[in-house]
């Protein structure tokens, strides 16, 4: 009797903590059978394409973040970095015969220039964000808003440009859009090129994560930062390291961004790192740091992305959906703070 009783009290606990630590997804699964239920034709392969294709840059962006995240850091400042790629990849990728050019005496540049210019810009930014952290010792928090400031005045000061002002850099080149923009395949069995992008870089970050020794650091770092410099480990130079991984994902999310979209302003990237944050905590990445996967990441940003689509599909109100982001994101992170405060 007594082993029974025990045996039903396990099997509580074990339900109740099965609730408690995927509390979020079951409540977004929930969400979606809702969606589905008012629109059965959200299940359409050709939305379920465009779901894929519009997470493959956020999947891009979330990879960078989840390992700031890993380290028991946090971005904020990846959607304005993102923006700034975007305006400067746009407008070194305008076509030749585009009456409103920003350089009309530039010549067709090879499109592989100016989105590795855009990397290597974003990743010197991740860089002042990491040396800002590990060095200044300043909190992520504090240090990714400032660069976010500075990132939205750089990019707002050369979209503002003369003679033309304050209008979205368009008339991009159309090898440039195609790079978003195309798919390979026949019927509705196309994929798109984004998507191919996407599977690219997770397997080039899977490997980075698991077989080597960064890797291996950034986990350390994240579980305990002290006992990982006690280790040996030298832990200002991996979160900088880090960093400057998340600026380059960032620049090229930019520019892939522009392309697909095939315009470029001030506001472009808005808001993107809630997105990505919120989708690392719902693919398990844990603010305690030196927890997480890249298939975490993936599953959390497909999530993320299917009740976005959703709730336009079904015409919710844009407003009303920064709402329930908003909810999504202090219900995660309050249940990952809980879930590991009991575990320590």
């Given at each position: ?33 809702v ?22 840059i ?12 890993v ?21 070194l ?6 009456a ?12 592989v220039i100016?989105?590795l ?25 504090i ?60 397997i ?11 890797g ?31 600026g ?12 697909r ?29 030196g927890?997480g996967s890249i298939?975490?990441?993936i ?25 329930v982001?908003g909810?999504i ?15 320590s």
């Amino acid at each position: 009797m007594k082993s029974q009783v025990k045996e039903s009290l396990n099997n509580k606990t074990s339900m109740k903590e099965f609730f408690t630590n995927n509390a979020i997804q079951l409540v977004l699964v929930a969400l979606l059978v809702v969606i589905i239920f008012i629109e059965p034709q959200f299940l359409s392969i050709n939305n379920l394409r465009n779901i894929l294709a519009q997470s493959s840059i956020r999947v891009i962006i979330a990879l960078g973040v989840g390992g700031i995240i890993v380290t028991q850091g946090t971005d904020l400042s990846a959607g304005r970095i993102i923006g700034l790629a975007a305006v400067i990849s746009a407008s070194l990728l305008q076509a030749t015969d585009y009456a409103y050019r920003m350089y009309p005496d530039l010549q067709r540049l090879p499109i592989v220039i100016p989105i590795l210019l855009t990397m290597g810009l974003c990743g010197l930014m991740g860089v002042m964000n990491g040396w800002a952290v590990a060095k200044l010792k300043t909190p992520p928090f504090i240090a990714t808003m400032g660069t976010m400031l500075i990132a939205y005045g750089l990019t707002s000061l050369y979209f503002d440009r003369p003679p033309y002002g304050a209008q979205p850099i368009a008339g991009l080149d159309p090898v440039f859009t195609k790079l978003a923009q195309g798919n390979i395949g026949t019927g509705n069995f196309r994929v798109p090129y984004l998507i191919i992008y996407a599977v690219m870089i997770s397997i080039v970050m899977w490997f980075v994560w698991n077989k080597t020794k960064l890797g291996k650091n950034m986990f350390a770092i994240g579980g305990n930062p002290e006992a990982a410099e006690v280790s040996g480990v030298n832990v200002a130079r991996n979160i900088i390291i880090i960093y400057l991984i998340a600026g380059a994902l960032y620049g090229l999310a930019g520019s892939l961004e522009a392309a697909r979209v095939g315009s470029a302003t001030n506001n472009t990237g808005f808001m993107y790192e809630m997105d990505a944050i919120a989708a690392c905590v719902v693919g398990g990445v844990s603010f305690a740091g030196g927890v997480g996967s890249i298939g975490g990441i993936i599953t959390g940003v497909l999530i993320f992305q299917v009740i976005n689509y959703g709730l336009a599909f079904i015409g919710v109100s844009t407003y009303l959906q920064f709402i329930v982001k908003g909810i999504i994101i202090i219900a995660a992170v309050a249940l990952d703070t809980r879930k590991y405060t009991k575990k320590s």
